[in-house]
């Protein structure tokens, strides 16, 4: 199977073991499942049977902590949580061979890597009353392919816009929140959903304007950092100073919901996805007004990409605009078929 875009797949069983645990023999079973002939961009979900087991972002926060057992990584709440070990391998060049498995079976070795191949380790007890049809299915939906992608970097805004009456503030005591809102009141007439993608990490440069070059933060050190689910106290915020920040966040095929939001809807900046636009503004947090500069483009253009937005506030001049820098490698299927002439 190659794979471009997104999509859940099932697979064939290529090694299955079974070894003893508890004293009791045969009694652990242990399996190989590959998901694609070639490297993929990571797993987003896996299900055992009809069940959703395991997200990415839960994945992301358990490696973020670094604490318990890496194949307990990303299980969520379940039935099934916490009896079971599984592992996700995305196919890299380097990838080695699951320890859990050579360690347990003789049959499956440190060569055993599969390099070049996605495959998933699945690992659990018998037990009747969890899985009484035997060993369940297991279907993991994944990002396929990644394919060069030629748009990674414009020097130029992709949008911007420019308040009619220049601000003296870019957003107001009310606070702030990254991946969602904050609980007070936003800048109306913008999605309050909570951010659809994957894990955001932000950091902020009050007092600075976009740099420009190829590597924008370079010699910079934020003066704040922030990531999805932190709330932004004003007082952590130079308000009346020029802004420069950067969003590493990643879009899926249908992105909606606030990325960072602060301020509240007297005054108050935003950055997320409305409908089908991703809008940045500052300023006024009424749906319209002479203090207000809102910048948007079509949200399409980046659906399926990762990589970093950059944005900026210019105080005195009322404006804002926005950049989006994105990984060299995309999975989006739309790219895979009008510049490559690939087919799923």
């Known amino acids: 199977l190659i794979l471009y875009g997104e999509r859940t797949l099932g697979g064939t069983i290529v090694a299955r073991s079974t070894t003893e645990a ?3 023999p045969h009694r652990r079973y242990h399996s190989v499942m590959p998901l694609a002939c070639h490297e993929i961009d990571g797993a987003v979900e896996v299900w055992l049977g009809e069940t959703k087991v395991w ?14 057992n890496p194949y307990y990584w ?9 009896r079971f070990y599984l592992k996700v391998y995305n196919g890299s060049d380097d990838q080695v061979a699951d320890a859990e498995y050579v360690a347990a079976a003789s049959e499956w070795t440190a060569d055993h890597r599969g390099r070049g191949v996605a495959w998933v380790y699945f690992a659990a007890n018998y037990d009747r009353d969890l899985f009484p049809s035997g ?9 396929g392919k990644r ?13 911007s816009a420019r308040a009619l009456r220049p601000i003296s503030l870019w957003a107001g005591y009310d606070g702030g929140a990254i991946g969602r809102t904050s609980g007070a009141s936003y800048p109306q007439g913008e999605s309050d959903a909570a951010w659809t993608g994957g894990p955001i990490a932000a950091r902020f440069h009050f007092g600075h304007r976009y740099p420009g070059g190829l590597t924008p933060e370079a010699g910079l050190s934020p003066d704040l950092t922030a990531q999805d689910g932190d709330t932004l106290d004003y007082t952590r915020m130079a308000l009346d100073a020029d802004l420069f920040a950067a969003f590493d966040v990643a879009f899926p095929a249908d992105p909606e919901g606030v990325i960072w939001e602060q301020g509240g809807s007297g005054y108050g900046a935003y950055l997320g996805v409305t409908g089908g636009d991703l809008v940045f503004r500052a300023g006024s947090g009424e749906v319209a007004g002479e203090d207000l500069a809102r910048a948007s483009l079509p949200v399409a253009e980046l659906a399926g990409r990762r990589g970093t937005i950059y944005v900026e506030i210019d105080i005195a001049a009322g404006a804002v605009a926005l950049w989006f820098r994105g990984r060299r490698y ?9 510049d490559y002439a690939l087919t799923p």
């Not at 394919?147 to 949008?159: H, I, N, Q």
């Open 22 to 24: 508890g004293g009791k």
């Open 55 to 68: 997200t990415e972002a839960q994945y992301t926060a358990d490696a973020a902590a670094g604490t318990g």
């Open 74 to 82: 990303g299980q969520i709440d379940s039935d099934y949580k916490g």
């Open 135 to 143: 060993a369940p299915q297991v279907r993991v939906r994944a990002r």
């Open 147 to 159: 394919v060069y992608d030629p748009r990674e970097w414009t020097s130029t805004p992709l949008a």
């Open 330 to 338: 995309s999975t989006n299927p739309a790219l895979c078929l009008r």
